[in-house]
């Protein structure tokens, strides 16, 4: 029997952040929505499993031997789940009230709209703005959500753009290029339209999908009244500074090949090289800065039997 919405939970070795998650979605607000919860667990050592197995027997638990990624680990998912609509959730995400439900109802509503996000805060309840977004043009290197120039100047026009941070406090939804693969609600026939996640992505995977959602003639919105708590960097074990350092790798490798493949670039095209030239000095730069901080925090947490992680792995 099918269900309205089917959320698909991505797991690595975050086992309180799962429990947190899937507490959060029993006490939600849901109306006359109906729902399931697929976990599709990729190579937990920490006891999520056995967790699962014990305290809750209805949520459906896909195990993989090996970490196979965000990206293949949803689309399993969604080939198990048996809803009208899916919602990607991170394990480290806490659902607030009807956030959910309302995202199924709009989507009811609005047969031309293919995907529809909610607003991320953070722990503290401040907003992430990493809900929706324009898809990354070359100004994102200097003025992308984390850096230090967005920080120091939030009112440039550059990252006002690119984070749609002007847009926020709207209280009605409204149309962004892509959405945090975090938490991302997707029409079941828009999903198979755009041929499902991009499994051949690790970073800049949701760029690639949305744009072929739209290249579908889906419109994809966020909804800035449904609210989820997003731990940002704490879900899949312990970040260590050789998991951080492959995230820096992978980003930046993933940001070339999004760049060159937006733009249409062939092969031999002369903007390949320069724009291969400046990511990697950026990569070379950020890991640097990473090799001067102390580790000493991810190293208690290893001790204390929670294991490395981190997708890049």
Same mark, same amino acid.
């Given at each position: 029997m099918s269900v309205d919405i089917s959320m698909v939970i991505i797991s690595? +070795?975050?086992? /309180? @952040?799962?429990?947190?998650? %899937?507490?959060?979605?029993?006490a939600a607000a849901w109306r006359a929505v109906t729902y399931e919860i697929v976990v599709v667990d990729n190579g937990s050592s920490d006891g999520t499993l056995d967790m699962l197995g014990r305290d809750d027997p209805d949520v459906v638990v896909l195990a993989n031997a090996v970490n196979e990624g965000f990206c293949k680990a949803g689309n399993q998912g969604a080939r198990r789940a048996r809803g009208r609509h899916l919602l990607f959730l991170n394990d480290d995400t806490l659902i607030l009230g009807d956030a959910v439900t309302r995202l199924v109802e709009w989507l009811d509503d609005?047969?031309?709209?293919?995907? %529809?996000?909610?607003?991320?805060? +953070?722990?503290?309840?401040?907003?992430? @703005?990493?809900?929706?977004?324009? @898809?990354?043009?070359?100004?994102?290197? &200097?003025?992308? /959500? /984390?850096?230090? &120039?967005? /920080?120091? @100047?939030?009112?440039a026009p550059w990252a006002r753009s690119y984070l749609m941070s002007d847009r926020i406090?709207?209280?009605a939804p409204y149309e962004v290029d892509w959405l945090s693969a975090a938490a991302m609600m997707v029409r079941r026939d828009a999903f198979e339209a755009a041929g499902g996640l991009a499994e051949d992505y690790y970073y800049f995977h949701e760029q690639i999908f949305f744009k072929r959602l739209k290249d579908a003639s889906f419109g994809v919105f966020l909804d800035p009244?449904?609210? %989820? %708590?997003?731990h940002e960097g704490v879900g899949s074990g312990v970040r260590t500074r050789r998991v951080r350092r492959r995230h820096i790798q992978a980003f930046h490798q993933a940001a070339w090949r999004w760049y060159c493949d937006h733009h249409n670039l062939g092969p031999y095209h002369p903007v390949r090289a320069v724009a291969a030239l400046l990511l990697s000095a950026r990569a070379c730069a950020l890991i640097a800065a990473d090799m001067l901080k102390r580790d000493t925090g991810a190293a208690v947490q290893l001790q204390a039997g929670r294991p490395e992680g981190g997708v890049a792995l």
């Open positions: 690595l +070795n975050s086992r /309180r @952040f799962v429990r947190g998650c %899937i507490d959060s979605l029993r609005h047969p031309q709209a293919g995907a %529809i996000g909610s607003r991320l805060l +953070n722990s503290d309840g401040t907003d992430q @703005f990493s809900s929706g977004r324009r @898809f990354t043009t070359p100004s994102a290197a &200097l003025f992308g /959500r /984390r850096s230090p &120039l967005t /920080r120091l @100047f939030p009112d406090d709207s209280r009244e449904s609210k %989820i %708590i997003h």
